[in-house]
């Protein structure tokens, strides 16, 4: 599959997802109630989402940032979670929020979360993705916390990528 700009149509907008993004951040503004946390960002793929939704979130707040990889170029999951940079601090009686663009098989959101849990006695453990792929799911986990849930369809923009591109633009948007 080979995906062109002229080709996308657009899913959700800049604008549903602005407002989606501060109804999410009201629960977890509410859930932690001004309490400490460390949001775990998962690059690439999830920075557009992160940094809109940390500026909507009123708690003290340090950002990690974390990569693991599971796709080639192609638009099918490898299968394989990849870690590639995983260095993380201390997080032994945190508060831990993980950001995540998208939860499809749930592979990586699965080794993410049994990494932590091997790794450390944290606090708390939420899970926040920008998108719930539920349709497509390999591994029993689900996001607690998600903005729109999306079909079987390969998606790009707002962080997403078709073979490196497409992160930048401001919506979601599929190929028909
Ligand atoms: P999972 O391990 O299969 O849940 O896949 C998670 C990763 O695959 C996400 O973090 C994305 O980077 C990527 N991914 C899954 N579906 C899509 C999609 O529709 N568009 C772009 N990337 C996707
Ligand atoms: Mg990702």
Known sequence: MEIKLEDLKVLYSQ???HTKIKEVAKDLNELYNGEEIIAVCVLKGAIVFATDLVREL???LKMEFIRLSSYGSSTTTSGKVNA???????????NVLIIEDI?????????LVDFINMNFHVKTL????LLDKKI??????????YCFEVDNKFVVGYGLDYD????????IGYKE
Do not use: S
């Not at 939860?103 to 080794?111: E, I, M, P, Y």
């Not at 497509?136 to 916390?145: F, H, Q, S």
């Open 136 to 145: 497509t799911r390999k591994v029993d986990i689900e996001p607690d916390y």
């Open 103 to 111: 939860v499809d098989t749930g592979l990586t959101a699965k080794f």
């Open 126 to 129: 939420k899970f926040c993705a």
């Open 84 to 94: 590639v940079d995983i260095a993380l601090p201390d997080l032994n009686g945190k």
């Open 164 to 171: 490196g591109y497409y992160r930048n633009l401001p919506y």
């Open 15 to 17: 604008k549903q997802l």
């Open 58 to 60: 009123n708690m003290p």
